[in-house]
């Protein structure tokens, strides 16, 4: 291997994300793994999964609109603390604007059970929803997302520094996988695209 120039690709460290020994409040799982939403802006599906780069972890929080499978709002930073899900969130509710009852799922981690986050929750009149105890089945989507990201861009793939995962995750969420993206279950078409088909239904 070595006078071919060959290595084996070696697996990332596991990085845990979801710290649910906390004594924040826990909602109930309003989901129940019911995936099947017909509304936009009426289920959202959060997250959060790692990157690594030479200067250490990046790590991604992300909003997807059930309906859609679009990532509403997103934010990486090199710490999982409250404020990364908490922007990702905002940032969600400012472009999206959702009417009150928004149900907002995630798991227990402590960032998504923090009073801030609940409190942002209340503010807009949306519904916290957590997926039971070490239930990964409930946050499927979410998970389908982060899986897609990792084998189509992050995979593989080196970043020299978190800024360089950053522009790679911007490239791929805004420039390929919300607009081009095709999803078996939007019939083949972009959530960017399936949005515009439902708007134009609903105008109908």
Request: glycine content about 4%.
């Amino acid at each position: 291997m070595r006078e071919n120039s060959v290595f084996a690709v070696q697996p990332r460290r596991f990085r845990k994300t979801t710290d649910s020994d906390h004594d924040f409040g826990i909602a109930p799982n309003l989901l129940e793994q019911d995936f099947d939403v017909k509304q936009l802006n009426r289920v959202w599906v959060s997250d959060i999964t790692y990157i690594w780069t030479e200067e250490g972890w990046s790590f991604l929080a992300v909003v997807l609109d059930l309906c859609s499978r679009r990532v509403v709002g997103w934010a990486i930073d090199d710490n999982m603390k409250a404020d990364l899900p908490l922007k990702a969130l905002e940032r969600a509710l400012r472009s999206r604007q959702p009417t009150s009852g928004l149900i907002q799922h995630s798991d227990r981690g402590s960032q998504y059970a923090s009073h801030r986050y609940r409190k942002l929750l209340a503010d807009w009149e949306a519904i916290a929803s957590m997926s039971g105890t070490g239930n990964c089945y409930d946050n499927a989507v979410a998970e389908s997302f982060f899986a897609s990201l990792k084998k189509e861009r992050i995979r593989h793939q080196a970043f020299a520094t978190r800024t360089e995962a950053h522009d790679a995750v911007a490239k791929y969420i805004d420039g390929f996988y919300n607009p081009t993206r095709y999803h078996s279950t939007l019939g083949y078409l972009s959530p960017v695209r399936y949005e515009q088909e439902q708007r134009l239904a609903q105008a109908a």
